[in-house]
């Protein structure tokens, strides 16, 4: 596509409810990030995949956060059982290489997903 | 230690007139990127310009340029001619050798005024 695409743009969930937030990279990149911004912060990383292979996913908070890329495209970041501390902006972004300094690997992020835990 | 630290939560600036945006990092990795990425109330991220350590001139990207002090460990964002449109949250990214995760400053808050 285009750009990185992600839905829903927003979500409500209740407390303890199961999350599912998709993202549609950019068609042919290799590399995934998801980030969780919290009101009037920067993101903060939370899992990097490169195609189908999970990385790093040293910024889980907890063992709540789930995500998986199955086929090297699209990506599901699931959150079980909600937590008002859940409450942020998620952003996903792609990268077209890996590699090196040398590589200016550039993210590119989609608009995210704001999701409020009520 | 903060990664990337940002000390301007907010700036204003004419519209027509330059503005500098503070940036200092922290690492003692030889080899990284630094980053700006501009952010609309819309909330997509964008991507502004690019600095390599090893990058001998200072980036620059139309009326975006990077002034890279790398001794002193920053990496001040300079827009030239601001323009309305430019009112929106900026943030500065790193990313070291042998890691593709970015470290994000706080970001500051440009406001243009007409």
């Known amino acids: 596509g285009a750009g990185v695409s992600q839905s829903p743009r927003y979500k409500v969930a209740k407390r303890g409810q199961d999350v599912a937030l998709r993202c549609d990279p950019i068609s042919g990149h290799v590399s995934l990030f998801w980030y969780q911004q919290a009101l009037g912060q920067g993101p903060e990383f939370l899992t990097y995949f490169q195609n189908e292979a999970q990385l790093d996913k040293s910024g889980l908070p907890s063992d709540r956060f789930f995500a998986e890329r199955p086929e090297g495209s699209v990506s599901t970041l699931k959150i079980q059982r909600t937590q008002q501390e859940d409450s942020a902006v998620y952003l996903c972004?792609?990268?077209?290489?890996?590699?090196?300094?040398?590589?200016?690997?550039?993210?590119?992020f989609g608009a995210g997903t704001r999701l409020s835990v009520l | 230690a903060q990664k990337i630290t940002q000390t301007q939560p907010g700036m204003f600036v004419q519209e027509k007139e330059a503005v500098t945006l503070d940036c200092t990092y922290d690492t003692s990795d030889p080899s990284y990127g630094l980053f700006w990425y501009k952010q609309p109330s819309s909330g997509e991220m964008i991507f502004l310009i690019y600095?390599?350590?090893?990058?001998?001139q200072n980036a620059t990207e139309g009326r975006y340029s990077l002034n890279f002090q790398k001794a002193r460990k920053s990496a001040n964002l300079v827009i030239s001619a601001s323009q309305l449109g430019d009112s929106a949250m900026y943030f500065c990214a790193m990313r070291e050798l042998n890691f593709n995760k970015f470290y994000f400053g706080s970001g500051t808050k440009l406001n243009v005024k007409p």
């Open positions: 600095q390599g350590s090893y990058d001998q």
């Open positions: 972004a792609s990268s077209g290489t890996s590699g090196g300094i040398l590589a200016k690997n550039i993210q590119y």
